[in-house]
């Protein structure tokens, strides 16, 4: 009988019995998989929030905490997390490691630990490629309007510093992705980037495993008998290169020809008065802009979604909408297509590989507010191209996010770096 294979995770994922609302989501689906279908064991280690390094498994999954603030600088491991990955390489002797992504940098503190197991580097987003796009268009002007009492008291959350901040973590970004022999990516356009980046690597192109919901709900059907035009769209938080600044613009444009028009946004931003000066500028800034536009009352803020919640919420919409400037994949909008809802969405990042225009998702420039207006406009107006879209978009989805096809693929890398040993 040949021996389990055994993998260690680095992710920003926790494994957990509830349904979580948070990023990552497309990890724990894949840790499901292959726990529940393979003879893999597999271990996670993430960051939590924790007062010190702690056990806390989830099903089949062993797993790790780690406390945010001790996880690393982003360019340097602590000595503890950097003790603490060599301790568990001894213990697990894992086959192989996954690294989830540059994005909290413990990658450094796996290197630093200097181990001799195979590491396997997935690009999730690219932090180098972020101050380019990070202002979503905005002018000086309006980056002067996103100054606020928080700003002013920590001039460290006005989008100024925190685009610096992104640029500085991209320099150590290129270097860790430059010291790998084994990356794995997600799209086309990461590929094609990392290809330049580091030529000598081994790159693999993987698939993308959305949660079980997605795939067991019916497909969506045109909205009947409905007096409201729902428009939905959803991101971590307030970030300008997310460009929700961009539906506002559009909405504006079609609101009196449209009066029963309205806008869905999901995501961790912060609206209620709660906040009041300590909201972050651009926040404020997109509450303005909103109130200066006329379209305030057009929009509800819906917080934080599970996987049920946006279900529901796609189902009773007439599309989706995602006008974002940098995408290194989209995982909303592959569990769009997934439901079938009709997706409008920018020409920015990998965002056009996950749809063909006019067929199966429409597309338009990136920041183009008018041609965004003129997209949600064909669906309003014709219910058969919104049907063929729904149609298409789904089929596509079947057949890119195919849960055995996407398992199937990532278990071919898992052996392809082992068995090269």
Same mark, same amino acid.
């Given at each position: 009988?040949?021996?389990?294979?055994?993998?260690?995770?680095?992710?920003?994922?926790?494994?957990?019995?509830?349904?979580?609302?948070?990023?990552?989501?497309?990890?724990? &689906?894949?840790?499901?998989?292959?726990?529940?279908?393979?003879?893999?064991?597999?271990?996670?280690?993430?960051?939590?929030?924790?007062?010190?390094?702690?056990?806390?498994?989830?099903?089949?999954?062993?797993?790790?905490?780690?406390? %945010?603030?001790?996880?690393?600088?982003?360019?340097?491991?602590?000595?503890?997390?950097?003790?603490? *990955?060599?301790? *568990?390489?001894?213990?697990?002797?894992?086959? =192989?490691?996954?690294?989830?992504?540059?994005?909290?940098?413990?990658?450094?503190?796996?290197?630093?630990?200097?181990?001799?197991?195979?590491?396997?580097?997935?690009?999730?987003?690219? =932090?180098?490629?972020?101050?380019?796009? %990070?202002?979503?268009?905005?002018?000086?002007?309006?980056?002067?309007?996103?100054?606020?009492?928080?700003?002013?008291?920590?001039?460290?959350?006005?989008?100024?510093?925190?685009?610096?901040?992104?640029?500085?973590?991209?320099?150590?970004?290129?270097?860790?992705?430059?010291?790998?022999?084994?990356?794995?990516?997600?799209?086309?356009?990461?590929?094609?980037?990392?290809?330049?980046?580091?030529?000598?690597?081994?790159?693999?192109?993987?698939?993308?495993?959305?949660?079980?919901?997605?795939?067991?709900?019916?497909?969506?059907?045109?909205?009947?008998?409905?007096?409201?035009?729902?428009?939905?769209?959803?991101?971590?938080?307030? *970030?300008? %290169? +997310?460009?929700?600044?961009?539906?506002?613009?559009?909405? @504006?444009?079609?609101?009196?020809?449209?009066?029963?028009?309205?806008?869905?946004?999901?995501?961790?931003? /912060?609206?209620?008065?709660?906040?009041?000066?300590?909201?972050?500028?651009?926040?404020?800034?997109?509450?303005? +802009? &909103?109130?200066?536009?006329?379209?305030?009352?057009?929009?509800?803020?819906?917080?934080?979604?599970? @996987?049920?919640?946006?279900?529901?919420?796609?189902?009773?919409?007439?599309?989706?909408?995602?006008?974002?400037?940098?995408?290194?994949?989209?995982?909303?909008?592959?569990?769009?297509?997934?439901?079938?809802?009709?997706?409008?969405?920018?020409?920015?990042? @990998?965002?056009?590989?996950? &749809?063909?225009?006019?067929?199966?998702?429409? %597309?338009?420039?990136?920041?183009?507010?008018?041609?965004?207006?003129?997209?949600?406009?064909?669906?309003?107006?014709? /219910?058969?191209?919104?049907?063929?879209?729904?149609?298409?978009?789904?089929?596509?989805?079947?057949?890119?996010?195919?849960?055995?096809?996407?398992?199937?693929?990532?278990?071919?890398?898992?052996?392809?770096?082992?068995?090269?040993?």
């Amino acid at each position: 009988m040949s021996k389990k294979r055994k993998i260690l995770w680095f992710s920003n994922a926790q494994f957990s019995d509830e349904k979580i609302k948070t990023t990552g989501t497309w990890l724990i &689906a894949m840790g499901n998989a292959i726990t529940e279908t393979t003879d893999i064991e597999l271990y996670n280690v993430t960051g939590g929030d924790v007062k010190s390094i702690t056990q806390k498994n989830s099903g089949n999954v062993t797993q790790w905490i780690i406390p %945010y603030e001790k996880r690393t600088k982003y360019h340097q491991g602590s000595k503890e997390v950097i003790s603490f *990955i060599k301790k *568990i390489n001894d213990e697990i002797n894992p086959d =192989l490691i996954h690294l989830w992504g540059t994005e909290s940098g413990i990658g450094f503190a796996i290197k630093e630990a200097k181990l001799e197991t195979p590491l396997l580097l997935e690009i999730q987003g690219l =932090l180098f490629t972020i101050p380019k796009n %990070y202002y979503g268009g905005l002018s000086n002007n309006d980056l002067l309007k996103c100054t606020g009492l928080k700003e002013i008291l920590r001039p460290q959350n006005h989008p100024y510093f925190i685009r610096k901040g992104f640029k500085k973590r991209g320099k150590h970004e290129l270097r860790i992705i430059r010291q790998m022999e084994n990356i794995s990516v997600q799209s086309d356009w990461v590929d094609s980037i990392i290809q330049y980046i580091n030529p000598k690597a081994n790159i693999f192109q993987t698939g993308m495993m959305l949660r079980s919901e997605f795939y067991e709900t019916p497909i969506w059907e045109y909205p009947k008998n409905s007096q409201v035009i729902n428009l939905f769209t959803t991101c971590s938080g307030a *970030i300008p %290169y +997310k460009g929700l600044h961009v539906i506002f613009e559009a909405i @504006a444009l079609l609101k009196n020809k449209y009066p029963n028009i309205r806008l869905n946004i999901g995501g961790n931003i /912060q609206i209620n008065k709660k906040y009041g000066f300590i909201r972050d500028g651009y926040t404020s800034w997109l509450l303005r +802009k &909103a109130n200066q536009l006329g379209i305030t009352n057009l929009i509800t803020w819906l917080g934080m979604m599970n @996987a049920d919640e946006m279900i529901a919420e796609m189902h009773k919409s007439s599309m989706v909408v995602i006008p974002s400037f940098i995408e290194s994949y989209c995982l909303f909008m592959a569990e769009s297509m997934m439901v079938g809802v009709p997706t409008v969405a920018s020409f920015a990042g @990998a965002l056009p590989q996950l &749809a063909e225009h006019n067929q199966s998702a429409l %597309y338009f420039p990136t920041g183009d507010h008018w041609s965004c207006a003129r997209q949600i406009e064909k669906i309003i107006t014709n /219910q058969g191209l919104a049907k063929k879209l729904s149609v298409e978009a789904r089929k596509t989805a079947l057949q890119r996010n195919d849960q055995a096809k996407v398992l199937q693929t990532q278990l071919e890398i898992y052996n392809r770096i082992i068995n090269a040993l």
